[in-house]
């Protein structure tokens, strides 16, 4: 059974760094057909995608948040982490981490997502 | 990388069909066929209903269906019935190696 859980903090100050992990079971990331993106979404607003980390280790960021994010993962405890640093009340938002698949020539593009966490910005 | 385009709303009543259009660019939808759609209820997680634009991932009703013209991709959803009411997002990959989601489509049923 696949399953992916974000944790981390509920609220965080204006300025301060973000860390977001994200936990997965059921499939492995160093299989070479798996990766794991972070996406957020503000309060009644649309998805934003933030970034993802490949099996190999390749990461690609979204270009306007670029300069805030690293994405990295340790294998060997099934996680996926995600930095933002100087946080504004804007990054208020539920953070979630989802799944990307390859299926011989097809990418099955987010198939399962965490429940995702909310995180306020505020002083 | 901007974000692509869909109607706000969409309406329809049960047994009806409606189409949710996502506009893009040839840098993305019009680029690849890696555009999906999602089905968001509130306060849950978005859940996979189409992936390279038109496959139905195992479990997903064969009420929903995808298709691409150019830039510009469509779901469809045929005998509209009241738990399809949601959100709906599409996705695309781009040229940049990035994924960039639509502004989302709010679907009710009448």
């Known amino acids: 059974q696949v399953t992916l859980k974000e944790s981390g903090p509920v609220l965080v100050k204006p300025t301060e760094t973000l860390t977001l992990t994200c936990t997965v079971s059921g499939f492995s990331l160093s299989n070479a057909r798996m990766g794991v993106s972070w996406i957020r979404q503000p309060p009644g607003k649309a998805l934003e995608w933030l970034a993802h980390?490949?099996?190999?280790?390749?990461?690609s960021y979204s270009t306007s948040l670029k300069s805030r994010l690293t994405i990295s993962k340790d294998t060997s405890k099934s996680q996926v982490v995600l930095t933002m640093t100087n946080m504004d009340p804007v990054d208020t938002a539920t953070y979630y981490c989802?799944?990307?698949?390859?299926?011989?020539?097809?990418?099955?593009?987010?198939?399962?997502w965490g429940q995702g966490t909310l995180v306020t910005v505020s002083s | 990388q901007s974000a692509l385009t869909q109607p706000a709303s969409v309406s329809g009543s049960p047994g009806q069909s409606i189409t949710i259009s996502c506009t893009g660019t040839?840098?993305?939808?019009?680029?690849?066929?890696?555009v999906s759609w999602y089905q968001q209820h509130p306060g849950k997680a978005p859940k996979l209903m189409i992936y390279e634009v038109s496959n139905r991932p195992s479990g997903v009703s064969n009420r929903f269906s995808g298709s691409k013209s150019g830039n510009t991709a469509s779901l469809t959803i045929s005998g509209l019935q009241a738990e399809d009411e949601a959100d709906y997002y599409c996705s695309s990959y781009t040229s940049s190696s990035c994924w960039v989601f639509g502004g989302g489509t709010k679907l009710t049923v009448l």
């Open positions: 989802a799944r990307i698949r390859w299926e011989d020539t097809a990418m099955v593009t987010f198939d399962y």
């Open positions: 040839s840098s993305d939808v019009g680029g690849y066929n890696y």
């Open positions: 980390i490949f099996s190999n280790d390749e990461k």
